[in-house]
């Protein structure tokens, strides 16, 4: 009789720490469906119709509305946007995240808070801010043209507005792992006789790689996606001032639906790619914080 | 290399980690910085080696001012307290670091750094490690790399912070020889910072006891230990008893003990704190001084707890393996107390003394009660 009652014991034990758990299998098949149904609805389905309307009329269509000017002057620009505000940003991160950990300096919290502004506001009053400074009402705008410079409207500004939403990505990326890290290793090497840019090179960059990589490739999707700011600064000239994401929207409104689809799609695979991208650098990036630690015991 | 450290301060807003401290190291020394934490011996060391600069005072290698010259050009040598060695580097890479960073008119070649990179690893016992990845090293591996690393750029002075203090007891005590043959093999002027009074005295020439951004006391290990300056020096290094006593003209009176005859205190009068270390009390058989609580016969000294009879106090007595006799001696004897050696101070600054070093390593103010 015991035995039985032990056993009997055992089980209702083990229903309740199931039961606490959340394991019960009913659940656990209603927390799947509900999870990965969410995932289906609201990611995967709009994924694949962006790239079934792109194909919609065959691959003949998808590379003739890429090729159209208006649409391969959108790529251009959007390229050329990157690749400048994403280098800039990348120094600019580097060294920021540099001051803030490896010197004492009042207000530094300050600088921190400010890094993180352009996370908090909304890309549209960004886009404002430099439309309030350069338009041709702003504050600069009489005397830029008087001298001939067109920033509003213009490249320039579309630059402008890209490199203030895409700011914090490198240095906020930069600043814990930094912080981690300490300043130690970069003693040691001025001690044993190496300069400034030889410790930032041989020491301090190679132990920041990973993360630096990881926030350029957060840099750059949002350089190359950026709607809301660069909308304001651009004045939407086709051929001239279009990124992607603005092409992307005249040509839907036009209702010309494979062209805006099939521009849509490149920014759709820029997507994926940053995302496969991100999963391999938070690999290495794990893989050299466990080995960092190890050292460090 | 000889170095100078002229009244040298250096403050941390209102904290001063060091007050106005002068040190000369003669060359080829070997000298112990020794203190608790918060004492300032690491602040001294890095301002010697270029990686902090003082408020106010001068640092002198070879008698120049070096306060102009950075860390670089001071061509010290520097072990840090967790190694600091460059994680994403072999120990090879480690150790060829200092002389591939120098201007190409003073580098080696390639062959010539991989031969003295090899060389150093050999000396420090290591050479079989040179590809591995310093994140796969032990503790005391690590050690060498950090050593060998500082070698490597040839320096005539080599400072190390802690050098023992992150290793367990065994590799620590071989390690701790080692040093010391290396530094005579070398002849380089040597200064390492630690709160280990014992490895402080086994391997220094000299120690400079630091507390509270001061220095307490210079001298060698015998003069520190066998005579301290002060009730701090007294309370940092090694275990001490300090007992109420009354000071008549030079004879010294502890209630409860007999004080060696021999003994005269005849620059102090009154009421003061006796300093008595616990090998320096003999027992007798006359009765009445104190009863024995514990008793620790587990090595070459014997280690007691006697409660004084008349105060209460528990103080401690070590007595040499030789002298104990398990058969007349157990917890309940009650034994006579005689102090063979002692020093007295005011008992305004050992009670400073015991909660500057309380202070310093977080321990509990103990002190006699009246």
């Given at each position: 009789?015991?035995?039985?009652?032990?056993?009997?014991?055992?089980?209702?034990?083990?229903?309740?720490?199931?039961?606490?758990l959340?394991?019960?299998?009913?659940?656990?098949?209603?927390?799947?469906?509900?999870?990965?149904?969410?995932?289906?609805?609201?990611?995967?389905?709009?994924?694949?119709?962006?790239?079934?309307?792109?194909?919609?009329?065959?691959?003949?269509?998808?590379?003739?509305?890429?090729?159209?000017?208006?649409?391969?002057?959108?790529?251009?620009?959007?390229?050329?946007?990157?690749?400048?505000?994403?280098?800039?940003?990348?120094?600019?991160?580097?060294?920021?995240?540099?001051?803030?950990?490896?010197?004492?300096?009042?207000?530094?919290?300050?600088?921190?808070?400010?890094?993180?502004?352009?996370?908090?506001?909304?890309?549209?009053?960004?886009?404002?801010?430099?439309?309030?400074?350069?338009?041709?009402?702003g504050?600069?705008?009489?005397?830029?043209?008087?001298?001939?410079?067109?920033?509003?409207?213009?490249?320039?500004?579309?630059?402008?507005?890209?490199?203030?939403?895409?700011?914090?990505?490198?240095?906020?990326?930069?600043?814990?792992?930094?912080?981690?890290?300490?300043?130690?290793?970069?003693?040691?090497?001025?001690?044993?006789?190496?300069?400034?840019?030889?410790?930032?090179?041989?020491?301090?960059?190679?132990?920041?790689?990973?993360?630096?990589?990881?926030?350029?490739?957060?840099c750059?999707?949002?350089?190359?996606?950026?709607?809301?700011?660069?909308s304001?600064?651009?004045?939407?000239?086709?051929?001239?001032?279009?990124?992607?994401?603005?092409?992307?929207?005249?040509?839907?409104?036009?209702?010309?639906?494979?062209?805006?689809?099939?521009?849509?799609?490149?920014?759709?695979?820029?997507?994926?790619?940053?995302?496969?991208?991100?999963?391999?650098?938070?690999?290495?990036?794990?893989?050299?914080?466990?080995?960092?630690?190890?050292?460090?015991? | 290399?000889?170095i100078?450290?002229?009244?040298?301060?250096?403050?941390?807003?209102?904290?001063?980690?060091?007050?106005?401290?002068?040190?000369?190291?003669?060359?080829g020394?070997?000298?112990?910085?020794?203190?608790?934490?918060g004492?300032?011996?690491?602040?001294?060391?890095?301002?010697?080696?270029?990686?902090?600069?003082p408020?106010?005072?001068?640092?002198?290698l070879?008698?120049?001012?070096?306060l102009?010259?950075?860390?670089?050009?001071?061509?010290?040598?520097?072990?840090?307290?967790?190694?600091?060695?460059?994680?994403?580097?072999?120990?090879?890479?480690?150790?060829?670091?200092?002389?591939?960073?120098?201007?190409?008119?003073?580098?080696?070649?390639?062959?010539?750094?991989?031969?003295?990179?090899?060389?150093?690893?050999?000396?420090?016992?290591?050479?079989?490690?040179?590809?591995?990845?310093?994140?796969?090293?032990?503790?005391?591996?690590?050690?060498?790399?950090?050593?060998?690393?500082?070698?490597?750029?040839?320096?005539?002075?080599?400072?190390?912070?802690?050098?023992?203090?992150?290793?367990?007891?065994?590799?620590?005590?071989?390690?701790?020889?080692?040093?010391?043959?290396?530094?005579?093999?070398?002849?380089?002027?040597?200064?390492?910072?630690?709160?280990?009074?014992?490895?402080?005295?086994?391997?220094?020439?000299?120690?400079?006891?630091?507390?509270?951004?001061?220095?307490?006391?210079?001298?060698?290990?015998?003069e520190?230990?066998?005579?301290?300056?002060?009730?701090?020096?007294?309370?940092?290094?090694?275990?001490?008893?300090?007992?109420?006593?009354?000071?008549?003209?030079?004879?010294v009176?502890?209630?409860?003990?007999?004080?060696?005859?021999?003994?005269?205190?005849?620059?102090?009068d009154?009421?003061?704190?006796?300093y008595?270390?616990?090998?320096?009390?003999?027992?007798?058989?006359?009765?009445?001084?104190?009863?024995?609580?514990?008793?620790?016969?587990?090595?070459?000294?014997?280690?007691?707890?006697?409660?004084?009879?008349?105060?209460?106090?528990?103080?401690?007595?070590d007595?040499?393996?030789?002298?104990?006799?398990?058969?007349?001696?157990?917890?309940?004897?009650?034994?006579?107390?005689?102090?063979?050696?002692?020093?007295?101070?005011?008992?305004?600054?050992?009670?400073?003394?015991?909660?500057?070093v309380?202070?310093?390593?977080?321990?509990?103010?103990?002190?006699?009660?009246?």
């Amino acid at each position: 009789m015991p035995a039985d009652l032990n056993a009997v014991m055992s089980r209702k034990a083990e229903i309740r720490r199931r039961l606490l758990l959340g394991e019960h299998i009913l659940v656990r098949a209603i927390l799947l469906f509900l999870g990965l149904g969410f995932l289906l609805a609201f990611i995967l389905v709009p994924l694949a119709a962006v790239f079934m309307e792109a194909f919609g009329r065959g691959w003949t269509a998808y590379v003739a509305a890429l090729s159209e000017p208006a649409a391969a002057a959108s790529i251009r620009l959007t390229l050329l946007v990157a690749a400048i505000s994403v280098p800039l940003n990348l120094v600019f991160g580097v060294i920021a995240a540099w001051a803030i950990t490896k010197f004492e300096f009042r207000g530094k919290s300050f600088l921190i808070t400010l890094i993180d502004l352009p996370f908090s506001v909304s890309p549209v009053i960004a886009g404002l801010v430099f439309v309030l400074m350069f338009g041709l009402q702003g504050w600069f705008g009489p005397w830029l043209s008087d001298n001939g410079i067109k920033i509003i409207f213009a490249v320039p500004g579309i630059v402008l507005a890209t490199i203030f939403v895409t700011f914090p990505f490198v240095a906020r990326e930069l600043i814990p792992l930094m912080q981690e890290q300490g300043t130690e290793e970069e003693e040691a090497a001025i001690v044993l006789g190496a300069n400034g840019w030889q410790t930032f090179f041989y020491v301090t960059l190679p132990n920041i790689k990973w993360g630096l990589l990881y926030g350029v490739l957060l840099c750059n999707a949002r350089a190359m996606g950026e709607f809301g700011a660069v909308s304001v600064v651009s004045g939407h000239i086709r051929g001239q001032t279009n990124t992607m994401p603005l092409q992307t929207e005249i040509l839907y409104n036009e209702y010309n639906i494979v062209a805006a689809f099939s521009v849509a799609s490149l920014l759709a695979l820029l997507a994926l790619v940053t995302l496969v991208a991100k999963s391999v650098l938070e690999w290495r990036l794990k893989a050299a914080h466990s080995s960092h630690s190890g050292h460090a015991a | 290399m000889s170095i100078e450290i002229s009244h040298v301060s250096r403050r941390y807003g209102d904290f001063a980690a060091l007050d106005d401290v002068s040190l000369s190291v003669a060359k080829g020394e070997l000298i112990a910085l020794l203190g608790p934490s918060g004492s300032g011996k690491t602040t001294l060391l890095r301002i010697v080696a270029g990686l902090d600069w003082p408020d106010g005072g001068d640092v002198l290698l070879d008698g120049k001012s070096v306060l102009d010259h950075g860390a670089a050009e001071r061509g010290v040598g520097f072990v840090f307290q967790h190694y600091a060695l460059f994680r994403h580097m072999s120990v090879f890479d480690n150790v060829a670091f200092g002389l591939r960073v120098r201007p190409s008119a003073t580098r080696p070649s390639k062959a010539e750094i991989a031969d003295r990179v090899m060389k150093l690893l050999k000396l420090v016992q290591i050479d079989w490690l040179a590809d591995r990845s310093v994140t796969q090293l032990s503790g005391g591996q690590r050690q060498r790399v950090a050593l060998a690393r500082a070698l490597a750029i040839e320096p005539e002075v080599l400072m190390l912070d802690e050098p023992f203090g992150a290793l367990d007891a065994k590799v620590r005590k071989d390690l701790r020889r080692w040093l010391r043959r290396l530094h005579d093999e070398m002849g380089m002027t040597t200064v390492f910072v630690t709160h280990d009074q014992e490895e402080a005295l086994e391997l220094a020439d000299r120690v400079v006891v630091m507390g509270q951004g001061h220095i307490e006391q210079i001298g060698s290990p015998h003069e520190i230990y066998a005579n301290p300056a002060n009730p701090f020096v007294f309370e940092f290094l090694g275990s001490v008893n300090k007992l109420p006593c009354n000071v008549a003209k030079g004879d010294v009176g502890i209630e409860g003990l007999v004080v060696d005859s021999a003994i005269r205190m005849p620059e102090f009068d009154g009421r003061g704190t006796a300093y008595v270390r616990p090998h320096d009390i003999e027992l007798t058989s006359a009765h009445g001084g104190g009863t024995v609580r514990l008793i620790a016969a587990s090595g070459p000294i014997v280690k007691m707890d006697v409660e004084l009879d008349k105060t209460g106090q528990v103080i401690e007595v070590d007595l040499p393996l030789h002298r104990y006799n398990p058969a007349t001696l157990t917890a309940g004897t009650s034994v006579g107390l005689v102090v063979r050696r002692l020093k007295v101070f005011p008992e305004a600054e050992a009670e400073a003394a015991a909660k500057a070093v309380a202070q310093a390593t977080g321990a509990e103010v103990s002190l006699p009660s009246p």
